[in-house]
Every structure is written in C-alpha cells, then in structure tokens.
C-alpha cells in the first residue's frame, strides 16, 4: 500500500493506492448464474460450483479531503475449470465507485 497524507488548501487530506493478488486451488466455490457453471456436467441442472484454478488482481484507491471522500476498486479474475466447462479459460472482471461527505449539525456530526 502506498500512502500520501498532509494538508491540501488547508484542509486534512490523505491519498492510498493499494495493490493485491491471489492465487486458489478451489474444488467447491459457489459462485453466480451468470458464469454457467456446472460441477456434475452428467446431471441435468446447473449446480453453478466451480472447481479449478482461479488467480486475481485488484487496485483500489482512496482519497479524503477535509470532509469528502472517494474510493474505488476494480478487480480482475481468471478461472480455468477443471472440466473446462463453460470454457477451457474465461475471465470476470468488475468495479466500483463511491464517495461520502460528512456533514455538520449544530457542531455535532450528524
């Protein structure tokens, strides 16, 4: 993680940039319908639990100044199954932005 902080027009201000991976043997991961997963391809229904290799990165962001702050994210993940069902390789990929501000109530936050 990297880190900036001090005053910016005279206000508090801080700025972090972090960095992550991973890397997961899986043989029972849930995950949503949208990926088309099936475990038991000899079964009629989808059971939408993955088994294989996954590995990831995700850069996420924070900055505060004075009273606002803004963070965001973004991740990446490549899945290879151990049946190669849906597909041999297939990635997912997502993101988010938010932001806040604190605001006063008769010199109580509120």
Do not use: C
Not at 24 to 45: E, R
Not at 62 to 71: K, S, Y
Not at 80 to 103: C, E, H, K, M, Y
Request: hydrophobic share 35%.
């Amino acid at each position: 993680m990297w880190q900036v902080s001090g005053r910016f027009f005279d206000k508090p201000s801080r700025w972090t940039i972090g960095i992550d991976n991973f890397h997961s043997s899986d043989t029972n991961v849930p995950v949503a319908t949208d990926f088309g997963i099936d475990s038991t391809p000899s079964t009629p229904a989808k059971d939408n639990i993955f088994a294989g290799a996954r590995r990831g990165i995700g850069y996420d962001s924070q900055l505060q100044f004075g009273m606002v702050e803004a963070w965001g994210e973004y991740l990446q993940v490549t899945f290879n199954p151990t049946d190669r069902l849906p597909l041999r390789r297939f990635r997912s990929s997502g993101a988010r932005i938010a932001g806040q501000t604190v605001t006063l109530n008769r010199g109580r936050l509120a």
